[in-house]
């Protein structure tokens, strides 16, 4: 059995070659096929065979088990230049296809092509069955894409559907409260208006500050026609305030201890009173 390396290549015989991939599992590591035209790419969806259409339109390549193929190269259309042998990692999987024991291909006429030299790849073309001058060879590929199968697709030309997102669950809706409507009959009472404000009260005046009352002068009544006043009283009445030079009032002299004896008592004589003794007159 011949090895192929990465990049080797061999001849195939004519009619029909089956594919064998060890280590592809579906639901795992899926299988699939790409019909490529001049541009390395496919012509239309249906030349990408895989487990949801497990054959070209024309049935030259056929899906057959998880892990074979076959194709019939005589009934190849002569638009498809190359046949693309290619495995992807199930979404569910974790890692990369290197982590997958025994990855290899063998096909019809004993060439076997191990893969190699893969690292952080999901998705991987194996090997390519291609024309060449009349005939048909193999060669081990061996290259691949990290992101996986979208990548693989897409580079071939295949858009593939990616998997709905799940819808996000509705919020519960709360019942709303409704309030209780009045009673049948009777109108809804009316909102009492807002209490009127009133200002707030002016503060007290401050009252002035009190002075003390001076004390009033002791009254003494006049004495009795023709009585004697006492010298002391007399002298209290008459007295003139400290450092005065005001004159005693009437001409009367300053008093000086005692006071001269009063007039006779006269009785008074029709159109007035007796004038007093002394001369009043200046």
Known sequence: MT??????????PAGVVEVAVSGAR???VDLMVFQLGPDHRVRTDADFVFFNQPASPEGAVRLVAADRVTADLNAVPAGVETLAVAVALDDSVPGSLASIPGLAVTVTGGSQAPASGLTTERAAVLVEIYRRAGGWKV???SAGWAAGLSALAGEHGVSVDEEPAPEALPS???PSVVSPSPAAGYPPQPTPPPAPAYPAPAPAPTPPPAYPTPPSAPAYPPPPSGER?????AATINAQPPGST???????????????????FSPPTPGGWTAPGGDLRR
């Open 26 to 28: 579906q639901g795992s």
């Open 229 to 233: 006043q006492p010298a002391a009283v």
């Open 3 to 12: 090895v192929l390396s990465r990049g080797a290549n061999a001849a195939l």
């Open 139 to 141: 060669r081990n590929v």
């Open 246 to 264: 005001y004159p005693m009032p009437g001409g009367f002299p300053p008093p000086g201890g005692s006071l001269p004896p009063p007039p006779p």
């Open 172 to 174: 519960p809706v709360l």
